[in-house]
């Protein structure tokens, strides 16, 4: 796969002309991926965690991607974070979650609701890769319904004890710290969660074995169990009651970083076709085939656009709640939609390791579907938004 982009030859990008500063950044990080992230691929992708590749996103300042440069990090905006995260999933799913959960809810709620104090303590560690980060909301029965989640923190004198569980919790036993979200007062419904800056060494948390997936393979995912964990009240995000408000934020901007793994992924199904159907036709692709990669070629188009949209939205300050969820479902379908019609494209083909790439890209889009949210939960927030309400 050696086309970089959709429209190789345009000078436009998603039909917005990217800065000549933003364009080589993204030229930046295709270097960087070509040399730490694409050869370790396969091997990722078959199950291995993606350290050499964090271990130099460390080294590069991409782990401290959008903290502040007054914490160390590069302090760049969520269109830089949505292109970072695309040209690392075109290569390598796995390694664009781990990085994107990092970065984003593992990270954004720290600077958008810490203390000082928690700021100056975390966010350097952070954004120069002695800490990865991890966010812990779903359980067994609250996930979509975040309000419903059964994990209790109770005050005791300057600590809380967190009892409870967390599970599909990407990153886990990888990661340094963890924000996980508790019930401080079960009568109050959304109002009485509250979110935690909780290490992953503090007594009480242990991480369980790692969860077998359709996809995404080299990306850690297990269950927390928390029992007795103390946390100290200091370790707090925000007053308590506030961690829904938390949560939301995180999952709002976290959205724009998935809809960009799902772009990553699809393009490079389309790549992987493009590339297999010219090597078996040569310019004589079937116009039934030249009509498929269109529609894949349109609707990623579409996407990005959305993707991109939010991002300058959210950098300029406005309401992205909406386009966020618009662009995460566009996304995430077609990344489905391109892996699925890439095989039917090429599956008369039978080239084992471009084979065993598209099966690979087509169960990693699968859980782009599911996490920060699922497309029907961000359906219920489009249509509510249509609605009115």
Not at 31 to 52: E, I, K, L
Request: proline share 4%; glycine share 10%.
């Amino acid at each position: 796969m050696s086309a970089p982009g959709i429209i190789a030859s345009g000078s436009r990008d998603a039909y917005f002309a990217l800065s000549e500063e933003i364009a080589g950044f993204r030229d930046q990080v295709r270097a960087w991926v070509a040399s730490h992230v694409a050869p370790y691929a396969d091997a990722v992708g078959c199950g291995t965690f993606p350290q050499h590749s964090l271990t130099s996103a460390a080294e590069h300042g991409y782990m401290g991607i959008v903290v502040p440069a007054a914490y160390g990090g590069m302090g760049r905006d969520h269109l830089s974070f949505a292109i970072f995260v695309e040209e690392v999933a075109y290569a390598c799913a796995s390694t664009a979650v781990a990085l994107d959960v990092h970065a984003s809810v593992g990270t954004e709620p720290l600077i958008l609701t810490g203390s000082d104090e928690q700021k100056a303590r975390y966010l350097p560690l952070l954004s120069d890769g002695s800490l990865l980060g991890a966010f812990a909301l779903t359980e067994p029965d609250a996930g979509s319904d975040a309000a419903a989640l059964r994990t209790i923190a109770r005050r005791d004198g300057d600590t809380y004890r967190l009892d409870g569980s967390k599970i599909f919790i990407s990153n886990a036993g990888h990661a340094g710290i963890y924000t996980i979200l508790a019930a401080t007062n079960r009568t109050v419904g959304s109002r009485g969660i509250s979110a935690f800056l909780v290490p992953a060494d503090s007594e009480g948390l242990t991480v369980g074995p790692p969860q077998h997936k359709l996809g995404l393979l080299g990306s850690a995912t297990a269950e927390l169990v928390l029992r007795n964990c103390r946390v100290p009240v200091s370790n707090m995000l925000g007053p308590e009651g506030a961690g829904f408000r938390v949560a939301m934020l995180a999952l709002d901007s976290g959205r724009i970083g998935i809809s960009a793994q799902a772009l990553g992924i699809a393009r490079a199904a389309l790549y992987e076709a493009i590339h297999l159907l010219k090597k078996h036709h040569g310019p004589d692709v079937p116009q039934g085939k030249q009509f498929v990669l269109a529609d894949i070629g349109t609707h990623i188009e579409a996407a990005r656009s959305l993707t991109w949209q939010a991002a300058r939205d959210c950098d300029a300050g406005e309401s992205f709640t909406t386009i966020a969820s618009m662009a995460k479902l566009l996304s995430t379908d077609t990344a489905m939609y391109a892996t699925s019609a890439a095989i039917d494209l090429v599956g008369d083909i039978m080239e084992p390791g471009a084979i065993a790439r598209l099966e690979r890209f087509f169960r990693d889009a699968k859980a782009t579907q599911l996490y920060e949210g699922t497309n029907q939960i961000q359906r219920v927030v489009i249509s509510r938004r249509l609605l009115g309400s």
